[in-house]
């Protein structure tokens, strides 16, 4: 009985077994904040990622969790900071395609998500506070390679595109466009038994849309589009029953 690792998830058994596996681990990454032009912010997040999933046959299932928080303010000229959280629920329904030799696999994947970003601009001057809640569809794809049993090297890339948005500013609610996001992982893996070491460098990019409100008075509210990206290394323990 083969066994194949895909990123963030491992499969007992490729073929004839059904199996669930847990995994849960810390992240850390640099962030890049891009809200109105020409002002910038970087800084460091934190945060934990977590998630289920099950195989049947060779079509699977996956939830995979991920909450992340400001380690400092994020800093940028002239003389901006912001704080920042995110919580990111990515669902996936795919199907593992194997090679006759079992050493590789692609995993196509769709399903569906929702990512919730907030950002508290200059919190100790104007507490303005922006929220951005975007339902999406994911649409990806996890390549893999086990070059010898108990080691595995991946590649994951994932669109998202965007079916639902909306910008909540202190008291007021907007729709908002022009949302999507995308990822990219290098996933190594290393198992024994039921047990599994996963460590993964990633590139996450995600544009929240702008809104242009006209207001019965004739005054126009213009809110910029957001724009983030992290990379950054997650790393995780799992276990596969």
Partial sequence: M???LIPLLYFAATVSANSF???L???FNYAHLKFDNPNKLNGYLGGVSAGVGYEFCDFFTLVDFEGSWSAEYLWGDPGQKSRIEEYFVDGQIGYNFVTCSGCFSIAPYSGFGWDRFSN????NET???YRYDT????AGCYLNWMPCPGFQLGFRGE???DVYSRLHMDSEQFDNKEAYGARAELPVSFSSSCLYLQIVPFFDYAKYGGVTISH??????SISPTIRWYYGLRAFVGYTF
């Fill in 135 to 138: 339902l999406f569809v994911p």
């Fill in 21 to 23: 596996t847990a995994y």
């Fill in 216 to 221: 019965p008075s004739g005054a126009t509210l």
């Fill in 127 to 129: 507490s303005l506070h």
């Fill in 120 to 123: 508290w601009q200059n919190p």
């Fill in 25 to 27: 681990g810390p992240h």
């Fill in 159 to 161: 669109w998202r595109f």
């Fill in 2 to 4: 083969k066994k194949i």
